[in-house]
């Protein structure tokens, strides 16, 4: 491979390149699409992955959220259409017979799945949010920001306390957030009742359960305010990583079926939402993304690859005399193949660099417009320079296994014919 290095081989190249820009241009326009486009596509499934992630960090994805319904088959001579109830006593029942389940977080609220919400005031101020009866190891499946106090504790939840974690929206409704106005230790009246404000979250628009018009109190306030006892409105249940999440689903069901004495085959008595399976799909979406923009990506450039040997074809049919005219004057097949070769692969890298730069200035244009927004699920769009790196290689070397027809043509060209031909 001395041709490498020679000068009147680069010259050569440049000259032959010149000598037909417009071909050459539009050639490299297959290639360099292709990896354009495959660093675009890629980059942009990623920005999707990680705006997924950041909208659903500090929220337990692997979780199902249960409650109580009706029940629609008779069984053991209780008839059907009985309303169910959840009870405390299942958070030591359910964790008990399912080693898979890592922890559990009830919840009741006002304001959810339907229900109607709670009148809040301050000040002459009225307005209706959700009111949630809560634990502290609530946060642990939807992590708020706090954007002033702390979130409900232990002394809060064994003292039936007062105290309320309130939206940024509420919080702004009750008081100046253009002062930054500090609310903790102020009262808000819920149902009548006086709360001290410990908390204000915020929450992200994307992801997650809860929202800014949203309030938390201690469960056991919630439990004497409504006269509700141990009964329970959900089950937030986050189960190990390793578990699987369908099974856990069922036996939960299971159990709470034989110990409230419903029909194993009743479906409706208690009702459930999959959060990990829903999430599962989403993940399986992106990776399907993903891989789908390898495959357009690598049949784009396939194509640009291919199109570069037909150029080179005529390329070389239009140099026919002056390839003869080098093989009499002592030029080995060698050295023709070799430089076919090297412009094939010169066209090729040229056209996939310029692609790849294309690409990443499209990505640092989309990441500076998409950075501080939290609407649409997208962030931090970075690619995998592996993978554009072997997709690189891969295009040089499919440069260099289509270039091998242009090149085997110039060397079958017989010098006497070559120096006949006009």
Partial sequence: ??????????????????????????TMIGVGWG????????????????????????????????????TTIPYNGFPKGRKMDLHLSDLELLPRKISQIDYISPQSSRGKFGSPGESFSRNGKNATYTLTGDFPIGNKISEKKLIFGRYINDADINGNKNVIVIGEEIYKNFFDAKKNEDPIGKSITVKGIFFNVIGVFRVKKTGGPDNDQAAFIPFTTYSKMYNEGDKVGFFAIVSKPDADLNVVEDEVKSELKAKYNVSPDDTNAFGSFNLGKEFGKLTGFLTGMQILTIV???????????????????TVKERTKEIGIRRALGAKPAEVRNQILLESVVITLTSGILGFIFGIFLLMIVDMFTRNQDTFPFYNPTINYGQVFGAMAIMVILGLIIGMIPAQRAVRIRPIEALRSE
Avoid: C, P
């Fill in 1 to 26: 491979m001395k041709i490498i290095f020679k000068i009147d081989t680069w010259q050569e190249i440049y000259h032959s390149l010149r000598n037909n820009k417009l071909r050459t241009f539009l």
């Fill in 35 to 70: 990896m354009f486009l495959f660093v675009a596509l890629l980059g942009a499934a990623k920005g999707l992955e990680n705006g997924f992630d950041k909208a659903f960090s500090g929220f337990a994805t692997n979780s199902i959220f249960l409650w109580a319904q009706n």
């Fill in 296 to 314: 357009v990506g690598t049949l784009t450039i396939l194509a640009g690859v291919i199109a570069i040997s037909n150029i080179l074809l005529i």
